[in-house]
């Protein structure tokens, strides 16, 4: 099992509408999570950190972590084609400050 | 401040070659890592470091791959001999690591380091 586990994609959604990328984690004892985000060519920019279970929003983004279920989702509301990226999910184990990339989820918005 | 510095951005090597990346981490950050990315293996955690100190290796391809942190300001990593199969972008990143549950850990990535070994 991977320790940061994404669905690569590619998810299309359309322009205006809700996106929803998922991600699980197995080290129960993980405290801190990131989404980033990555444009082709370019390197991962922190678009989100999330630390207690619930939702935290900013802007168009909103981060949800459930710890009892390992799990965390970005959503990002009203998408916009700049919004096509891959994103990537990250996760600072219980070990010091490792932090573990998942694969990554590509997202493409569709005018 | 002028962010994490990558160099070289772009080498182009032959097989055999040795390669030595260059990193140089935020001002005041105290931890440093080193990523590898490619499209079928994602981004890789190689390396990282605390206060120049080498924490964790564990995803060290192999003895050819060796990184080292002489101070706060500096960091290498080096392939010797290189392989076709280590063309891969390498991504240094820095955060400031404070306590565990604190909000930091944030990592800020430098342009990364494109590698094509022939």
């Known amino acids: 099992q991977k320790e940061v586990e994404q669905n690569s994609g590619p998810l299309s959604v359309p322009e205006g509408a809700i996106a929803s990328l998922n991600c699980t984690y197995s080290?129960?004892?993980?405290?801190?999570f990131f989404w980033y985000r990555q444009y082709s060519g370019k390197s991962p920019e922190l678009i989100m950190s999330?630390?207690?279970?619930g939702d935290k929003e900013d802007g168009r983004f909103t981060a949800q972590l459930n710890k009892a279920s390992q799990y965390v989702s970005l959503l990002i509301r009203d998408s916009q084609p700049s919004d096509s990226a891959t994103y990537l999910c990250?996760?600072?184990?219980?070990?010091?400050?490792?932090?573990?990339f998942g694969s990554g989820t590509r997202l493409s918005i569709r005018p | 401040d002028a962010g994490v510095i990558q160099s070289p951005r772009h080498e182009v090597t032959e097989m055999g070659q040795e390669v030595t990346l260059r990193c140089k981490p935020i001002?005041?950050?105290?931890?440093l890592f080193w990523y590898r990315q490619t499209m079928m293996r994602g981004l890789e955690l190689l390396i990282y470091?605390?206060?120049?100190?080498?924490?964790?290796d564990s995803g060290m391809p192999e003895d050819r791959f060796s990184a080292k942190m002489p101070n706060a300001s500096f960091s290498t990593l080096k392939i010797q001999p290189s392989e076709p199969r280590d063309s891969a972008v390498y991504f240094c990143?820095?955060?400031?690591?404070?306590?565990?549950?604190?909000?930091?850990?944030?990592?800020?990535f430098g342009a990364g380091s494109r590698l094509t070994v022939l």
């Open positions: 990143a820095s955060s400031l690591v404070l306590a565990p549950s604190s909000g930091a850990n944030v990592l800020t």
């Open positions: 080290d129960r004892g993980s405290q801190s």
């Open positions: 999330i630390y207690s279970n």
């Open positions: 990250a996760v600072r184990g219980s070990s010091a400050s490792k932090i573990i």
């Open positions: 001002s005041g950050h105290n931890s």
């Open positions: 470091f605390n206060n120049n100190v080498p924490i964790d």
